[in-house]
């Protein structure tokens, strides 16, 4: 059993940073891939970025490159989403997941492909 937990959402007006964490149980951390995603009012579910269990490969979200960096520190066991700039569209409940079925075939942008998610951190940004 894995827990996740977030945190460092919060209100921030438009063009400014957040950095969120992501604190998670077990003794294997460094296996796991990780991601994260987030859901606006309204809308579905979406990808935001994705990391490997060494922290040697980052996936995003074709429109987040740039802005967003995903990383994390194995001895901690917290992944983190640096987010810059931003705007009212960035405006969403975030969520990290975690993936520690290593048979599961490879999709990290996908939902499905990850058995644990935290309970969310909201994320508003102000014009």
């Known amino acids: 059993q894995v827990q996740l937990v977030e945190s460092g959402g919060g209100l921030v007006q438009a063009g400014g940073s957040l950095r969120l964490s992501c604190a998670a149980s077990?003794?294997?951390?460094?296996?796991?891939?990780m991601g994260w995603f987030r859901q606006a009012p309204g809308k579905e579910r979406e990808f935001v970025a994705a990391?490997?269990?060494?922290?040697?490969?980052?996936y995003f979200a074709d429109s987040l490159k740039g802005r967003f960096t995903i990383s994390r520190d194995n001895a901690k066991n917290t992944l983190y989403l640096q987010m810059n700039s931003l705007q009212p569209e960035d405006t969403a409940v975030y969520y990290c997941?975690?993936?520690?079925?290593?048979?599961?075939?490879?999709?990290?942008?996908?939902?499905?492909?990850?058995?644990?998610w935290g309970q969310g951190t909201q994320v508003t940004v102000s014009s």
């Open positions: 077990g003794r294997t951390f460094s296996t796991y891939t």
């Open positions: 990391i490997t269990g060494s922290g040697g490969s980052t």
């Open positions: 997941a975690a993936n520690t079925i290593i048979s599961r075939a490879w999709a990290p942008n996908s939902g499905n492909f990850y058995n644990y």
